[in-house]
């Protein structure tokens, strides 16, 4: 499963977007994108939500990667737990 981190990179990657448009094209601080690839921070739950009914693909298929990967992280955890 990719990592928050690895998802934004390879999103912006795939758009070939420099930081700036990018973070324009998500709504965001080119500041708050830093942080995702750097792993200081993350994306929050309303912020997913809204990109999650974005008219655009690729910014939807953000939305929806990072919510698949912390509900893998949540259920992975939890599995972890229950085998000590």
Same mark, same amino acid.
């Given at each position: 499963?990719? /990592?928050i981190?690895?998802?934004?990179k390879?999103?912006?990657? %795939?758009?070939? !977007?420099?930081?700036?448009?990018? *973070?324009?094209?998500? #709504? @965001?601080? $080119? $500041?708050? &994108? @830093?942080?995702? %690839?750097? #792993? /200081?921070? *993350?994306?929050?739950e /309303?912020r997913?939500?809204?990109?999650? $009914?974005?008219? /655009?693909?690729?910014?939807?298929?953000?939305? !929806?990667?990072?919510m698949?990967?912390?509900?893998?992280?949540? &259920? $992975?955890? @939890? %599995?972890?737990?229950?085998?000590?």
């Amino acid at each position: 499963m990719p /990592t928050i981190q690895e998802i934004i990179k390879q999103a912006r990657d %795939e758009q070939s !977007l420099a930081l700036r448009p990018f *973070a324009a094209a998500l #709504g @965001v601080s $080119h $500041h708050s &994108v @830093v942080q995702w %690839e750097e #792993g /200081t921070a *993350a994306p929050d739950e /309303t912020r997913l939500n809204i990109w999650a $009914h974005s008219e /655009t693909y690729w910014i939807r298929l953000i939305a !929806l990667q990072i919510m698949a990967q912390r509900k893998w992280r949540i &259920v $992975h955890n @939890v %599995e972890h737990c229950e085998d000590k």
